[in-house]
T-cell receptor, first 113, second 113 residues
């Protein structure tokens, strides 16, 4: 049973536009959410996170929004750049599971020049 | 520079042979993890260790073994019992804090012929 779902396997946007990547979760006990970015044949790198006590966290071009009532979070990238083309993984965790990360299957983002 | 080093980056083995993948970190992190990634799939946890001389099975531990004799090192052995060992293997580490932020190595691609 997939507790963290990224329902869009892929997304294509134009350079300079906004990229919105979505993530849904089913476990209401999750209290910390993370986004990772992964290039082919490399390990994922941490991008941005948000605690469940917040509804927004911003870091430069990247903003994560959390809607707890909908069990939904999204990552906004503005403006999108070709170097943002990668697979983006959403992950969630809570203290009750030893802080193990529960991962989505990823969304492949292509930013076209 | 601090980081996680995985070796080898590419490895070819014959079916039935055991293989050991190396993972070393100099981040002074307490926790270390092994993940497996297959095409079109998310990251699946094989084993993790939160302290030296202790480790726990993840979601897909069958056919794998680990050891944690030193804080810096967490080698993974892919045994002949692993039915489908060809995959991209990722090692990660984290501090034992109330977040799940992981730092990943660059990965090891194992191909069993």
């Amino acid at each position: 049973d997939q507790q963290v779902k990224q329902n869009s396997p892929s997304l294509s946007v134009q350079e300079g536009r906004i990229s919105i990547l979505n993530c849904d979760y089913t476990n209401s006990m999750f209290d910390y959410f993370l986004w990772y970015k992964k290039y082919p044949a490399e390990g994922p790198t941490f991008l941005i996170s948000i605690s469940s006590i917040k509804d927004k966290n911003e870091d430069g071009r990247f903003t994560v929004f959390l809607n707890k009532s909908a069990k939904h979070l999204s990552l906004h990238i503005v403006p999108s750049q070709p170097g943002d083309s990668a697979v983006y993984f959403c992950a969630a965790t809570n203290a009750g599971n030893n802080r193990k990360l529960i991962w989505g299957l990823g969304t492949s983002l292509a930013v076209n020049p | 520079d601090g980081g996680i080093t995985q070796s080898p980056k590419y490895l070819f083995r014959k079916e039935g042979q055991n293989v050991t993948l190396s993972c070393e970190q100099n981040l002074n992190h307490d926790a270390m993890y092994w993940y497996r990634q297959d095409p079109g799939q998310g990251l699946r946890l094989i084993y993790y260790s939160q302290i030296v001389n202790d480790f726990q099975k993840g979601d897909i531990a069958e056919g794998y073994s680990v050891s944690r004799e030193k804080k810096e090192s967490f080698p993974l052995t892919v045994t002949s019992a692993q039915k489908n060992p060809t995959a991209f293997y990722l090692c990660a580490s984290s501090r034992l804090v109330l977040t799940g932020e992981l730092f990943f190595g660059e990965g090891s691609r194992l191909t069993v012929l």
